[in-house]
């Protein structure tokens, strides 16, 4: 079924946007949304240079060419991560403070914010899924019935994935809180 499909889609979009916001350890998809001015074009930073994490708390960049060393420095203290680099001229380290309560607890408004967005996009693939049952219903396709046994499963399968989100949006909020 390729609502299914659209809306499983949707949920792992959600989470891969979970996975950019921080926690108190280090974790190089916190920069996958970053990408770099280089040679005119915006570039992904993961295109750009080898991220890794050495320990919990350090992120470090290794770029495949020495001269985007400053542009990847200049893309994340643009970036709103709130991170400072430090550039030895051949790797950049970030390293990760430890979170505030109050810096946590806004990093869960923002994990509940892209919960939202999440549940938006479903319900705007359950709207065009009920459309077009409607228009194969008035087209003489579908029974009155059939029509509403349809718009059924596409709400029950829309429930079942923003109870989905709302579990990841739960276990992310769970890892945020967590000192």
């Known amino acids: ?5 659209s809306m ?11 996975n950019t916001i921080r926690t108190g350890r280090a974790n190089p998809s916190l920069l996958d949304k970053i990408s770099v001015e280089y040679y005119g ?10 991220i890794s994490t050495p320990d919990s708390t350090t992120i ?3 770029p495949f060419d020495g001269g985007s060393l400053g542009l990847i420095e200049k893309a994340i203290a643009m970036s709103d991560l709130g991170l400072t680099c430090n550039n030895d001229g051949k790797v950049i380290r970030i390293n990760i403070p430890p979170l505030t309560e109050d810096r946590r607890k806004e990093l869960c408004k923002v994990a509940a914010k892209y919960a939202e967005e999440g549940k938006v996009a ?7 899924g009920i459309d077009r049952i409607k228009k194969q219903e008035k087209d ?5 019935d059939q029509s509403r046994d349809e718009q059924d499963k596409v709400q029950k399968l829309t429930d079942r994935f923003i109870a ?5 949006l739960a276990e992310k909020e769970a890892d945020i809180l967590k000192v």
Not at 8 to 18: L, P
Not at 123 to 128: G, T
Request: hydrophobic residues 35%; glycine residues 2%; without cysteine.
């Open 1 to 5: 079924m390729e609502l299914e499909a």
């Open 8 to 18: 499983r889609k949707s949920v792992e979009a959600t989470q891969r946007t979970f």
């Open 41 to 50: 074009a915006e570039t992904p930073l993961k295109s750009l240079a080898t």
């Open 60 to 62: 470090q960049i290794q």
């Open 122 to 128: 479903l319900r705007n693939i359950r709207r065009d």
């Open 140 to 144: 003489g396709e579908l029974s009155e």
């Open 164 to 168: 989905e989100i709302e579990k990841h």
